[in-house]
Nanobody, 123 residues
């Protein structure tokens, strides 16, 4: 089992950058693929990006490709999401989640979730 805590959200102007972090508890962090999802008001939770257990492979949603970069440090039990060139449509609560495979892009494939962190991008 793993517990996840997100941090780093905030308010930023369009074109700016933010770096989100997800810190995990437990000794099995390296056994899980980790993903970031986001949920805007009135919308379903959507996949943003995921990373394999070793960090060697990543998947990005088309909407963030080229702007967001995900990385992980298994020694520190952390994953980071570097978000550049932010747009107002990136505004959402961002969640990190742990699951069995980085190639999964749906919420039902991830078993453990953080509480989320708010990202607001002003125009």
């Amino acid at each position: 089992q793993v517990q996840l805590v997100e941090s780093g959200g905030g308010l930023v102007q369009a074109g700016g950058s933010l770096r989100l972090s997800c810190t995990a508890s437990g000794r099995t962090f390296g056994s899980y693929a980790i993903a970031w999802f986001r949920q805007a008001p009135g919308k379903e939770r959507e996949f943003v990006t995921s990373i394999s257990r070793t960090g060697s492979s990543t998947v990005y949603a088309d909407s963030v490709k080229g702007r967001f970069t995900m990385s992980r440090d298994n020694a520190k039990n952390t994953v980071d999401l570097q978000m550049n060139s932010l747009k107002p449509e990136d505004t959402a609560v961002y969640y990190c989640a742990a699951g069995g495979g980085y190639y999964y892009t749906t919420t039902d494939q991830y078993n453990y979730w953080g509480q989320g962190t708010q990202v607001t991008v002003s125009s």
